[in-house]
């Protein structure tokens, strides 16, 4: 059974620094991809940054560079590393780990910018 957990959400000011973490229970390196997705208020889910079993990184256009995923693979950890928070980054951070027969949620974690 994988599991994914992720931490580090919490209320924050506008302007700030914030790294979530995902840990997950297996390999970080038997996925093929790993991503972060984030779920505002009344939106729909969507991809902020992916990471490839390579090394290669991917990141939505509209968040500007603010935004880093990056893994510790002996600690089996994903992170993503949040500079400059918006009020508009308030959301729940979603890990998401994918293999060519399925893939794989966390639970969440809510991140509250506050201006």
């Known amino acids: 059974q994988v599991q994914l957990v992720e931490s580090g959400g919490g209320l924050m000011q506008a302007g700030g620094s914030l790294r979530l973490s995902c840990g997950i229970s297996?390999?970080?390196?038997?996925?093929?991809?790993m991503e972060w997705y984030r779920q505002a208020p009344g939106k729909q889910r969507e991809l902020v940054a992916q990471?490839?079993?390579?090394?290669?990184?991917t990141y939505a256009v509209a968040l500007n560079g603010r935004f880093t995923i990056s893994s510790d693979n002996a600690k089996n950890t994903l992170y993503l590393q949040i500079h400059s928070l918006k009020p508009e980054d308030t959301a729940v951070y979603y890990c998401?780990?994918?293999?060519?027969?399925?893939?794989?949620w966390g639970q969440g974690t809510q991140v509250t910018v506050s201006s």
């Open positions: 998401h780990a994918v293999r060519v027969t399925r893939d794989y």
């Open positions: 297996t390999r970080i390196s038997s996925f093929d991809v």
């Open positions: 990471r490839t079993g390579g090394g290669s990184t």
